[in-house]
């Protein structure tokens, strides 16, 4: 089955740092990858997206580049704000839109941004 | 457009008892999706649809009951609550064509504590 494996938070950077999350994932077919992002009491919000390899998926100065020999969708942004404080999820899917199996979630990354 | 709304925000209930999460989508979208979030742990699919009338199961769908009467909403039913169903639930829909890879519009979520 499908699977996303992300970095074990909090994540503690002080404003101004550079960012990398790690996410790597198992898919059975040629996966979507996307970047969520949950500020606090709200909802997911996409963040970003990439569906083929080496495409790079961007947004609000954050990047992360799909990498199918090594099954990598890295989250990385070159100066944090206190803004970005949130939780982050790496998730897949194999099918157009999500699709009708939904999205495989990592367990998400909570980075705290200190002024 | 509200995007996708979830009521109630919060809600506590006691083992036994039952509920109905209200989920409704203004967007037209064919596909309409519930996960259910627990602490430390991303999001896990309980149950989706592919349109009106038409719905399956996902990761996690023991306990929980769907239905899909119209394009815009999405309830989901717990019939015997348990404290194993404390979590906050997501709403989520997104619009899929052929060969299309489209985002998934997150409602804000509801807490729900079984005690």
């Known amino acids: 089955g499908n699977s996303v494996t992300q970095m074990e938070g909090p994540v503690t950077l002080s404003e101004e740092a550079f960012l990398t999350i790690n996410c790597t994932y198992t898919?059975?077919?040629?996966?979507?990858l996307f970047w969520y992002v949950q500020y606090p009491g709200e909802g997911l919000q996409l963040l970003l997206k990439a569906t083929k390899a080496d495409d790079k998926g961007s947004n609000k100065g954050f990047e992360a580049t799909y990498r199918k020999e090594t099954t990598s969708f890295h989250l990385e942004k070159g100066s944090v704000q206190v803004s970005d404080s949130a939780v982050y999820f790496c998730a897949l899917s194999d099918t157009p839109g999500g699709g009708a199996d939904g999205l495989t979630f990592g367990k998400g990354t909570h980075l705290i941004i200190q002024p | 457009n509200a995007g996708v709304t979830q009521t109630p925000k919060f809600r506590i209930l006691k083992i036994g008892q039952s509920m109905t999460l209200q989920c409704t989508q203004d967007?037209?979208?064919?596909?309409m999706y519930w996960y259910r979030q627990d602490p430390g742990m991303g999001l896990k699919l309980i149950y989706y649809?592919?349109?009106?009338?038409?719905?399956d199961k996902g990761e996690v769908p023991n306990g929980y009951n769907v239905s899909r009467s119209t394009t815009e909403d999405f309830p989901l039913r717990l019939e015997l609550a348990a404290p194993s169903q404390t979590s906050v639930y997501f709403c989520a829909s997104s619009y899929s064509a052929s060969g299309s890879v489209n985002e998934q519009f997150f409602g804000p979520g509801t807490r729900l504590t079984v005690l």
């Open positions: 649809s592919v349109g009106a009338g038409i719905t």
């Open positions: 967007m037209n979208h064919n596909y």
């Open positions: 898919a059975t077919g040629y996966p979507s």
